[in-house]
């Protein structure tokens, strides 16, 4: 197991009861109640000893209204361990309603949400109910607040700042879904918390006050209570917002190890066409509230669908030096420039 896998993998999670079939996503699922570390319901008993498997999470054929305006129309987002799949498309496209209805934070009209165990490879002969064979998908929307928060965790597009807590405090609210009904129960929670400090860069403002910090670094620190949470399932929208370009590097590179060495399954909202094309697997495309394309970062990132999607000549080329997909959006203020020259 590298430094990564220990300080990420799930604790201590209860296997994914398993169920016959995903009911609709409108009838279960009271709005308002939340997979975020922020928001995740505290414990009702002692933290189980198995530790979870890396988990699946699919969503399929959802539509989401807010009031009488449907603004999500039967998509599907599949997320599998050791992914990264990157959600794109214009503003309003309905990537953070997609998202939000994945982690349970937005109710669905209609839809099935399922996570799906599977086991680690390298877990396969240890004894122990959540590392044998998987057992069947869980539906996502049965399971109690609680539970599900100990599979998915969500940082959000806005972040609060909450007023008199200390980034301690904060990064602790990640453990909240493993904790016993008194805050006890936690064995591994400490050690959780000191290494999501420390992933997210964090640990040296880790006694400063929530409402003392830049964007980037408040950014960081939910970022870090969503891993210390430590779950198979991650959604991230636009987790490179306020971030300096050191930062946003590193936060890539740390997703994709997550993905990669801990089998995390990841799904995250990017507006960097280029950053989404160096790091996913899949790339979902939205457009007016519907998955316009999904496939990998060559299918999807062409000139076509983008041109098409963003309503502007987009270009795509390889880059040579890195032999990534590369985007350039043709604007008119290119054309200006141009002309201005001799
Ligand atoms: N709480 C809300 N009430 C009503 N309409 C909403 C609400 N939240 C979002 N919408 C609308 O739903 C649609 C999808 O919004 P969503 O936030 O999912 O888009 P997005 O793709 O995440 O956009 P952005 O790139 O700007 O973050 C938009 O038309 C938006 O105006
Ligand atoms: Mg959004």
Known sequence: MTSLDAALAPPASSALPAVAATAPAG???????????????????????????PTA??????????GAADVVHDA?????????????????????????????????????????????????????????????PADGLALSVRDFARHVALLTQGRPVPSGLSVRDVVEFGRHPHRGRWGRGDAGG???VDQALRLTGVAGLADRGVDQLSGGQLQRV?????????????????????LDLRYQVELLDLVRDLADESRI?????????????????TVVLLH???????????????????????????EVDTDPATGRLRTRAVARHHTRTERLLP
């Open 57 to 66: 999470l699919v969503a399929d054929g959802v539509s989401v209204a807010y």
């Open 190 to 192: 400490a050690v959780a």
């Open 76 to 136: 599907r987002l599949e997320l599998r361990p050791g992914r990264v799949t990157a959600l794109v498309g214009p503003n309003g496209s309905g990537k953070s309603t997609l998202l939000r209805t994945a982690a349970r934070l937005q109710r669905a009209r209609a839809g099935t949400l399922s996570l799906e165990p599977s086991p680690s490879p390298e877990r396969q002969d240890e004894p122990g109910p959540a590392t044998g064979p998987a057992t069947g």
């Open 222 to 242: 939910w970022l870090a209570s969503c891993l210390a949470q430590q779950t198979g399932v991650l959604l991230l929208d636009e987790p490179t917002t306020y």
């Open 27 to 53: 009838q279960a699922a009271p709005a308002g109640q939340a997979a975020p570390a922020a928001q995740a319901a505290p414990a009702a008993q002692a933290t189980p000893t198995a530790q979870a498997a």
């Open 265 to 281: 399954a990841v799904g995250v909202v990017l507006h960097d066409l280029d950053q989404a094309a160096a790091l996913a697997d």
């Open 288 to 314: 007016e509230g519907r998955v316009r394309a999904t496939g990998t970062p060559a299918e999807v990132l062409t000139p076509d669908l983008l041109s098409e999607v963003w309503g502007i000549d987009i």
